[in-house]
C-alpha cells in the first residue's frame, strides 16, 4: 500500500504541470498526498475495522477520511458524494475505482475474494462496467504479483480477463497521450508502466513521465510494483513524513493486520 501512496505523493505535483520525461524529481518540497492517498487509506480503514465487509462500513470510512481532508483533490462528483447523508453509487467509469483499491489486492486471500471486494469497493460510487474492472483490474494484479506471479503471468491474466491492451510500450504511449479519468484510459497504462519497469522507482518514474493523470496513475502502478521490488529507504522516509499522524496509524494498522494474516 505505501507504493501507491509514494505514487501519489510523487504524482502530486505533475497532475497539472505534466512532465513527459523520466527525468524529475521525485520529491519536492511542494510534494503531498491528494485524494488517491486519502481513499486508498479509507478503503485500508475498513477491512481493518470491518471483519463483515459491509458496504455501509466502506461508505462509513470513506466519508469520514474524506471529510477529515476536504481540500485532497477530489473530483466534483465524488465531494458531492462525500457530503451525502445517504450517498448513492452514480455510474462513474472514473479511476478513482482503481486508485484505491490496491490495500484489496493486500488483504486477500484468494483471487475470487480480491474480485469480489475489489467490486465492492468500486460498486459504493464507480458502478459502471469500466468502473468495477478498472478497480478489479489493479486489485488482480497486486494479489498476483503479491502471490508471486510473473510479469508475464499477470500480462495474460488481465489481458484475457479485461480485455486491456498491455502490447504497447511507455514510449509509444507517451507522445500523444493527454489528460484521462477514465479507468479504460490510465489502468492499462499503469500496469504497462509495472510491466515495463524494473526497479520500483523506475516504474514510478515511467509512470509519472506519461503525463495525463498523474498521481493517479502513479498510484496505481506504485501499488503494484510495491509487491515486486523493494522500495528505497530513503523514498519511503521522504513519503512518510509527509503523510499525517493519523493517516501514517491507519497505514501501520493495515500492515500489522497483513502480518497476521500472512502468519495464519
Known amino acids: 500500500m505505501l507504493g501507491a501512496i509514494i505514487g501519489d505523493i510523487v504524482g502530486s505535483i505533475y497532475e497539472f504541470q505534466n512532465t513527459k520525461s523520466t527525468e524529475f524529481d521525485l520529491i519536492t518540497p511542494w510534494s503531498n498526498f491528494t485524494d488517491d492517498s486519502v481513499m486508498t487509506l479509507a478503503v485500508a480503514m475498513w477491512l481493518v475495522e470491518d471483519e463483515a465487509h459491509t458496504i455501509h462500513?466502506?461508505?462509513?470510512?470513506?466519508?469520514?477520511?474524506?471529510?477529515?481532508?476536504?481540500t485532497a483533490g477530489y473530483g466534483g462528483n465524488f465531494s458531492t458524494w462525500l457530503r451525502e447523508d445517504e450517498p448513492?453509487?452514480?455510474?462513474?467509469?472514473?479511476?478513482?475505482?482503481?486508485?484505491?483499491?490496491?490495500p484489496v489486492g493486500l488483504y486477500a486471500k484468494t483471487l475470487d475474494e480480491a474480485l469480489a471486494l475489489a467490486a465492492l469497493t468500486a460498486s459504493v460510487s464507480h458502478n459502471h462496467p469500466e468502473g468495477v474492472k478498472g478497480a478489479q483490474a489493479i486489485a488482480t494484479s497486486?494479489?498476483?504479483?503479491?502471490?508471486?506471479?510473473?510479469?508475464?503471468?499477470?500480462?495474460?491474466?488481465?489481458?484475457?480477463?479485461?480485455?486491456?491492451?498491455?502490447?504497447?510500450?511507455?514510449?509509444?504511449?507517451?507522445?500523444?497521450?493527454?489528460?484521462?479519468?477514465?479507468?479504460?484510459?490510465?489502468?492499462?497504462?499503469?500496469?504497462?508502466?509495472?510491466?515495463?519497469?524494473?526497479?520500483?522507482?523506475?516504474?514510478?518514474?515511467l509512470a509519472i513521465s506519461l503525463?495525463?493523470?498523474?498521481?493517479?496513475?502513479?498510484?496505481?502502478?506504485?501499488?503494484?510494483?510495491?509487491?515486486?521490488?523493494?522500495?528505497?529507504?530513503?523514498?519511503?522516509?521522504?513519503?512518510?513524513?509527509?503523510?499525517?499522524?493519523?493517516?501514517?496509524d491507519i497505514q501501520n494498522e493495515f500492515e500489522k493486520l497483513i502480518e497476521t494474516r500472512n502468519k495464519g
Open 88 to 102: 448513492q453509487p452514480y455510474n462513474s467509469w472514473g479511476n478513482g475505482a482503481g486508485m484505491r483499491v490496491s
Open 211 to 248: 503525463g495525463g493523470d498523474s498521481d493517479t496513475i502513479g498510484a496505481m502502478a506504485g501499488a503494484i510494483a510495491a509487491c515486486c521490488y523493494e522500495i528505497p529507504q530513503s523514498i519511503s522516509d521522504k513519503c512518510n513524513a509527509i503523510l499525517t499522524e493519523d493517516l501514517r
Open 142 to 205: 497486486v494479489f498476483l504479483c503479491k502471490e508471486g506471479k510473473s510479469k508475464q503471468e499477470i500480462k495474460e491474466y488481465v489481458e484475457k480477463t479485461f480485455d486491456y491492451n498491455l502490447n504497447r510500450r511507455i514510449a509509444d504511449i507517451r507522445p500523444t497521450y493527454d489528460f484521462d479519468v477514465s479507468c479504460q484510459g490510465s489502468v492499462p497504462e499503469a500496469i504497462i508502466a509495472f510491466l515495463e519497469g524494473n526497479a520500483f522507482e523506475e516504474v514510478i518514474r
Open 57 to 70: 462500513y466502506l461508505v462509513y470510512c470513506m466519508q469520514e477520511l474524506g471529510n477529515r481532508y476536504p
